[in-house]
C-alpha cells in the first residue's frame, strides 16, 4: 500500500495514472522505472469527470506510442465512492475480484469518505479495509492524499488527518 502525498496541484494524478499505465501496459513508469510486474490497473479519480480521465489517460499512452485498446487499464466510472459506507465496499471488492489488478489507484482519499481525517479511529477502519483488500487481492493499492499546510521534516508526516495515514504506508511519494 502507498500514498502519493503533495498539495494540491502539484501533479499527483498525473503521477498515479502515469504508474497505473506503466502497470497496465508493461512500459516503464516516467520513462524511467521498470513495472516489474505488469498486468490490469484499476482507477478512480473522483474530481474528474469521465471525458477528462480519459483525455488525461490518451494522453499518457500516446506519450508512450501506445493505443489505448492495447493498455490493461480501467477506470471506475462511478460519479462517488464512500469506501466509509458498506454497500460501496462491497461493489470495490465485487469490481477488483472482476479485473484482478495489479494495482488499484484511487484519488484523492478525502473524497472517498465522509470520516474525521483527524480521527485515527475512524481512518483506521477505513485504512484496514484497503490493507485488506491489498491482502486478499493481492493487489498494491495507491492513495493520492494532500499535504497540510505544515512544516515536517518528514514528508510523510505532513499528511493531512491523522498519523495512521503515514503509519499505514508501506511506499510514499511526495511531490
Known amino acids: 500500500v502507498g500514498v502519493i502525498g503533495g498539495q494540491p496541484k502539484s501533479w499527483k494524478t498525473w503521477l498515479g495514472l502515469d504508474l497505473a499505465i506503466s502497470v497496465a501496459s508493461g512500459t516503464p513508469c516516467l520513462a524511467r522505472f521498470a513495472a516489474v510486474r505488469p498486468g490490469p490497473a484499476l482507477v478512480f479519480l473522483a474530481e474528474d469527470r469521465l471525458r477528462d480521465v480519459r483525455a488525461?489517460?490518451?494522453?499518457?499512452?500516446?506519450?508512450?506510442?501506445?493505443?489505448?485498446?492495447?493498455?490493461?487499464?480501467?477506470?471506475i466510472a462511478e460519479p462517488v465512492l464512500r469506501l466509509d459506507q458498506e454497500p460501496d465496499r462491497r461493489?470495490?471488492?465485487?469490481?477488483?475480484?472482476?479485473?484482478?489488478?495489479?494495482?488499484?489507484?484511487?484519488?484523492?482519499?478525502?473524497?472517498?469518505?465522509?470520516?474525521?481525517?483527524?480521527s485515527s479511529q475512524e481512518v483506521s477502519n477505513l485504512l484496514g479495509y484497503l490493507r485488506g483488500?491489498?491482502?486478499?487481492?493481492?493487489?498494491?493499492?495507491?492513495?493520492?492524499?494532500?499535504?497540510?499546510?505544515?512544516?515536517?521534516a518528514r514528508h510523510g508526516q505532513a499528511l493531512r488527518g491523522t498519523g495512521d495515514i503515514h503509519a499505514w504506508t508501506d511506499v510514499g511519494l511526495y511531490l
Do not use: C, F, I
Open 56 to 75: 488525461r489517460v490518451e494522453s499518457v499512452v500516446r506519450s508512450r506510442g501506445l493505443e489505448l485498446r492495447h493498455v490493461d487499464l480501467h477506470v
Open 133 to 152: 483488500l491489498q491482502r486478499e487481492h493481492d493487489v498494491a493499492v495507491v492513495l493520492a492524499h494532500h499535504t497540510s499546510k505544515r512544516a515536517h
Open 91 to 118: 461493489r470495490l471488492a465485487d469490481t477488483v475480484t472482476r479485473v484482478r489488478p495489479r494495482l488499484l489507484l484511487l484519488d484523492p482519499l478525502v473524497r472517498l469518505h465522509q470520516l474525521d481525517e483527524n
